[in-house]
């Protein structure tokens, strides 16, 4: 999702409790890698087929590729800030 930094995120609620910042993206980071690792099975899937939909095929690919741009900034999210 563009624009997920921590202050779009600060203070969602699951199950009635707050979570704190590093909690929401781990979660969001654990949906987004089976999300991933689904479009890559379907990915697979489909190119064994001779007559694939080669724009399906695109799209699926840029999606994956988005997924894992947005997992890498996440990460990085939890890396401690050293300057604080």
């Given at each position: 999702?563009?624009?997920?930094?921590?202050?779009?995120?600060?203070?969602?609620?699951?199950?009635?409790?707050?979570?704190?910042?590093?909690?929401?993206?781990?979660?969001?980071?654990?949906?987004?890698?089976?999300?991933?690792?689904?479009?890559?099975?379907?990915?697979?899937?489909?190119?064994?087929?001779?007559?694939?939909?080669?724009?399906?095929?695109?799209?699926?690919?840029?999606?994956?590729?988005?997924?894992?741009?947005?997992?890498?900034?996440?990460?990085?999210?939890?890396?401690p800030d050293l300057n604080a």
């Open positions: 999702m563009a624009g997920w930094g921590r202050a779009t995120i600060r203070g969602r609620i699951k199950d009635g409790l707050v979570m704190d910042d590093d909690e929401v993206i781990r979660k969001k980071l654990s949906d987004m890698r089976i999300e991933h690792r689904d479009l890559d099975d379907v990915i697979a899937h489909l190119a064994e087929n001779p007559f694939v939909d080669q724009v399906q095929m695109r799209r699926l690919k840029k999606r994956k590729l988005q997924l894992k741009d947005q997992i890498a900034r996440l990460e990085s999210m939890l890396i």
